[in-house]
């Protein structure tokens, strides 16, 4: 079958699964570029080229994974993220969209030549740092977590895209001080929600999914040594849950940080905290 066929094919076998039709099109697109090697206006050139027989047989194992919900971005093997090309594997957290967001607000605290010292804590996959890093050559990076599956994938993707980031093996801050900036995507999921948690979420690590019965039990702590971490004037920007962000922001106010604002995302959602020392 030639592309255009297949990429009907697959989006019929993603609705079968239970795909929305939107999203089974979307995927079956991304699905098929990964198999044939080609992207955007090169793929599309293609659309009449027949699949070759290795290229069928590989189409018909990436829908059978997806199909069983084996999220689309550990089956292509790498996200894009702000224009990096990011790595990702099995048990470590899957960088998600709405996390751009939060780079473009911790981007607009950092002026273009800024070299500012800036923290992302729990790296994860390293991306927040990396596309800091990308962002901001000047400034310079650190990066905490303590998960050493998710080091060994940051400092791959590190070494991937050239971008120099300094990784500790830690929890939190590090025992770092003085710091410009601290961001940070912590788990924040509650542990309620593992009873409707979509299938996918199985595939990373639940030390970076869930924190306790109000999602805040990494968030809190990091709330506390901030405040040691960062100098006088620094910013401390948490993405959270619309559930409990205000929560943190609360205790946020209690600690003694100014100028406290909880922040949307590119859907409306309260998402982001921003505090200053």
């Not at 079956?28 to 659309?47: C, H, K, N, P």
């Not at 960088?95 to 500012?116: D, F, G, I, M, Q």
């Not at 960062?230 to 962000?245: D, H, M």
């Amino acid at each position: 079958m030639t592309r255009a066929e297949a990429i009907d094919y697959a989006r019929a076998r993603l609705e079968e699964a239970g795909f929305p039709s939107a999203i089974a099109y979307f995927e079956s697109i991304q699905l098929l570029e990964y198999i044939t090697g080609e992207r955007g206006a090169a793929f599309w050139l293609g659309r009449s080229n027949e699949l070759k027989p290795a290229e069928e047989a590989h189409l018909s194992d990436v829908l059978e994974r997806r199909a069983s919900r084996e999220p689309l971005q550990l089956i292509i093997g790498s996200v894009n993220f702000m224009g990096l090309d990011i790595k990702t594997a099995p048990g470590v957290l899957v960088p998600r969209p709405e996390t751009e967001r939060l780079v473009e607000l911790a981007l607009e605290l950092l002026p273009v030549v800024s070299t500012a010292r800036v923290l992302d804590a729990g790296t994860g996959s390293g991306v927040i740092a990396l596309a800091l890093k990308y962002k901001r050559p000047a400034i310079r990076v650190f990066a905490s977590d303590i998960d050493s599956r998710a080091l060994n994938l940051a400092a791959k993707n590190a070494h991937l895209t050239g971008l120099k980031v300094e990784f500790l093996h830690s929890s939190l801050t590090a025992g770092l001080r003085e710091l410009d900036l601290i961001v940070s995507n912590p788990p924040y999921l509650n542990e309620n929600y593992r009873e409707s948690a979509p299938p996918e979420l199985a595939w990373e690590a639940d030390l970076a999914l869930y924190a306790g019965p109000d999602g805040l039990k990494v968030a809190l702590p990091l709330l506390g040594e901030a405040w040691s971490a960062l100098k006088p004037g620094g910013w401390l920007l948490i993405e959270l849950s619309p559930e409990n962000v205000h929560s943190l922001a609360a205790e946020a106010r209690n600690y003694g940080f100014k100028e406290v604002k909880v922040l949307q995302d590119l859907t409306g959602r309260e998402r982001f905290l921003r505090a200053r020392r």
